[in-house]
């Protein structure tokens, strides 16, 4: 897996890229906390360029969602692959992360 922050209209996007698995989902999290801890809002995660995710992916999604929380933070997910997208539908955490096709619409909240 590599990871890539990129900027859209002024906010970083986390961007990992190939797969996240139990071996890469450490480097997501001291990504992913990095920008919580800088109290970011929206978390913009896009995932357009992932091909697998295990559950220690979701975990780390997970306590990214409870950190951007605690300082009443948004964490949006961006450009899930449909076989990606079942994993949350079956595990009903589509129902807990806000998912949308593009960084606008994420950005945006619509």
């Known amino acids: ?3 890539v922050i ?4 002024g906010r970083p996007v986390l961007t990992p890229s ?4 139990m071996y890469s989902s450490p480097m997501l999290r001291k990504e992913l906390m990095g920008l919580t801890g ?3 809002s929206p978390l913009l995660v ?5 091909s697998y995710i295990d559950s220690s992916g979701i975990a780390t999604f997970v306590e990214g969602l409870k950190a951007t929380m605690t300082y009443g933070g948004k964490l949006r997910l961006v ?4 076989g990606i997208r079942q994993i949350f539908s079956f ?3 589509d129902r807990v992360f806000e998912i949308y096709l593009n960084l606008e619409d994420a950005f945006r909240g619509r």
């Open 6 to 9: 990129v900027d859209y209209e």
């Open 46 to 50: 896009d995932l357009s360029a992932v």
């Open 18 to 21: 190939g797969e996240i698995d």
């Open 38 to 40: 800088r109290k970011v």
């Open 79 to 82: 450009g899930i692959s449909e």
């Open 91 to 93: 595990s009903k955490l």
């Open 1 to 3: 897996m590599k990871i």
